[in-house]
């Protein structure tokens, strides 16, 4: 005899989503990010804050579900970009109290055929001399990825998370 049934809420357009996941590299089997390691992902269902193709794949699911997923590239984080390796100065980070290899900053671009401007994150990747070496690829670019994604929270955005574009947590407001 069934007392109660419980029901979840479905993964559905500005949800909150809770997700544990591994990452990998699917032709090397290299483990790329960890959740566990890092703490769970939290992301906006529906706006573009995730990889499409894993939200797609995660549209109208709930709590619990679990999955395994192949992403070429394309439907990652895209083919790595030569043009998005570039050489600095030093003087370009004169802003910057300290600058390392490791380091991720934002840059304003413009797009030569538009003009309109976006940000770009980059990582510097080298410093030698006055030169610091920048890549604005994604780290997982140019890879064919494997997911293992399991779902630990579903709910609804609240109106401020919606403005801002991201989930807020207790005492995070920004």
Do not use: C, W
């Amino acid at each position: 005899k069934i007392l109660y049934e419980v029901k979840f809420m479905k993964i559905t357009e500005n949800a909150v989503v809770t997700l544990e996941f591994k990452v990998y590299d699917n032709d090397t089997n290299e483990l790329l990010e960890d959740t566990k390691e890092v703490g769970p992902f939290f992301y906006i269902h529906g706006i573009g804050a995730f990889v499409p193709k894993v939200e797609e794949t995660l549209e109208g699911k709930e709590r619990g579900f679990k999955t395994v997923m192949t992403l070429t590239p394309e439907e990652g984080y895209g083919e790595y970009d030569e043009d998005l390796i570039m050489e600095m100065s030093k003087e370009d980070f004169a802003d910057f109290d300290d600058i390392y290899e490791g380091m991720e900053f934002v840059a304003d671009m413009e797009d030569d055929e538009t003009g309109e401007e976006s940000e770009q994150e980059f990582v510097i990747t080298s410093i030698e001399d006055d030169v610091v070496t920048t890549d604005g690829n994604h780290p997982f670019a140019g890879r064919n990825l494997r997911f293992e994604v399991e779902v630990t929270g579903v709910r609804e955005a609240s109106e401020v998370e919606l403005e801002h574009g991201h989930p807020h947590f207790e005492g995070f407001e920004d």
